[in-house]
């Protein structure tokens, strides 16, 4: 009773302190707005250096009302997403060989820390080159940027679970498929989740890198057009774009953390 009391008082309060600071990032939006008015104000800089505010806001509209800004939106997003997919997926394959065998880890290490030595910007073209400007070389970016930060965090969940849970578990004779599912993945899964807020930050990298490469569509591409354009207020148009779709993306990696670490606020 006591315990359900305290739980009752300790969600209270976090909500009321949510109520009285949820007002901080809109303010802390608007005074960067206004600094950034009284920045144009004062130095009186061309548009095709640094545009208002307000003329990024009209040329949102613009590209909203062309149809421009939800079309290369759409396509940059479809890289993000499948990019994050192949990378994290493929990451918690090779991320549960390692942790279960050393032998795979002494031979997979040095490869795998070698493709952290050599940044994407520099294979980027290459995979351009190999497989076309198509979807596919920006999906093989995404998901390279991706698999490093997702390995690491699968490698330390798994390596964290308790010894002493293993041992129970095997004294009562559980299958491999029964450790992994009641066992490892409930342990390994808060790590892992922290891993994947990362790479989906980083998947936005991915697309924009390969886009920048060689791209006739996509946010990158857009930028391109608007950077040899000197249309600016553009350029400010699609970054904008890019950091609501890299929010996105980690806010729903929260909420999924939020649904699938539910049962860890019963205990």
């Known amino acids: ?80 997403v499948l990019g994050l997919l192949c990378g994290a997926f493929s990451a918690i394959l090779v991320g549960y060989a390692v942790a279960k065998s050393r032998i795979f880890e002494r031979i997979a290490s040095p490869f795998l820390v070698a493709s952290q030595a050599v940044p994407v910007v520099a ?71 922290g891993g994947l807020r990362i790479g989906a930050t980083l998947s936005v990298i991915g697309a924009i890198v390969g886009e920048f490469v060689g791209a006739d569509k996509g946010l990158g591409f857009l930028i391109n057009v608007g950077r040899g354009q000197f249309d600016t207020a553009l350029v400010f148009v699609a970054v904008f774009t890019l950091v609501g779709l890299a929010l996105t993306l980690y806010g729903a990696v929260i909420l999924l953390e939020k649904k699938l670490l539910a049962w860890q606020e019963k205990i």
């Open 1 to 80: 009773m006591d315990l359900n009391i305290a739980r009752k008082f300790e969600g209270l309060s976090s909500h009321n302190q949510w109520k009285h600071t949820h007002w901080i990032p809109p303010a802390a939006v608007l005074l960067v707005l206004l600094a950034w008015e009284g920045l144009v104000r004062l130095t009186g800089f061309p548009a095709f250096i640094l545009p208002s505010p307000w003329m990024v806001a009209e040329r949102f509209v613009r590209a909203l009302a062309d149809g421009s800004l939800l079309r290369h939106t759409g396509v940059t997003l479809f890289e993000i």
């Open 123 to 193: 294979i980027a073209p290459l995979l351009v080159i190999w497989f076309g400007q198509g979807i596919l070389s920006k999906v093989l970016i995404c998901a390279l940027i991706v698999f490093f930060p997702v390995l690491v965090n699968t490698v330390v969940g798994l390596r964290a679970v308790p010894r002493s849970l293993n041992e129970l578990m095997r004294s009562l004779r559980a299958s491999r498929w029964q450790m992994l599912r009641h066992l490892e993945i409930p342990s390994a899964l808060p790590v892992f989740l």
